[in-house]
């Protein structure tokens, strides 16, 4: 990645907070993260642990194939199977971290909670929890 990245503590530019909170139901002072370009923004940057960081590079690393991240945005919220794409490689990468990174019970406690956000409203409820859990682990 040629420049750093930033967390940002404030909501994402281009109304992508809006449409996400009307389509999905997030709510951004639960620590739900919007990459654009090299920023991350982000309620509170202490919510953004090591393997969310993870995560959201990947996103940042899936806009440069775009013209823009406005451009990635608006497939991402307007193709399913764009957005399950997107979220499967950024999940599959968070795991890869969390597997040389932490201890069982965490890893354990964290692959429940990202196979329940991969297939939950945040999404687009797009897959069932276990095939979310079989596709994070098959990386």
């Known amino acids: 990645m040629s420049k750093e990245v930033e967390i ?46 993870v995560h959201e590079k990947t996103h940042i ?13 608006n ?17 599959q990468n968070q795991w890869k971290f969390v597997e040389e990174n932490y201890n069982r019970k965490d890893r354990r406690g964290l692959l429940e909670h990202m196979s329940k956000l991969l297939s939950g409203r945040m999404y687009g409820s797009l897959i069932k929890k276990r095939e979310a859990k079989n596709l994070i682990l098959n990386y």
């Open 8 to 53: 940002v503590e404030n909501l994402p530019p281009e109304g992508i907070y809006e449409i996400c909170q009307k389509k999905f139901g997030v709510d951004f002072r639960r620590g739900v993260a919007f990459p654009y370009g090299n920023k991350i923004y982000l309620f509170r940057k202490d919510m953004m642990t090591p393997d969310l960081l």
């Open 61 to 73: 690393e899936q806009q440069k194939q775009f013209k823009s991240p406005k451009e990635w945005w």
């Open 75 to 91: 497939k991402y919220l307007s193709d399913s199977s764009f957005r399950l794409g997107c979220e499967i490689e950024a999940y």
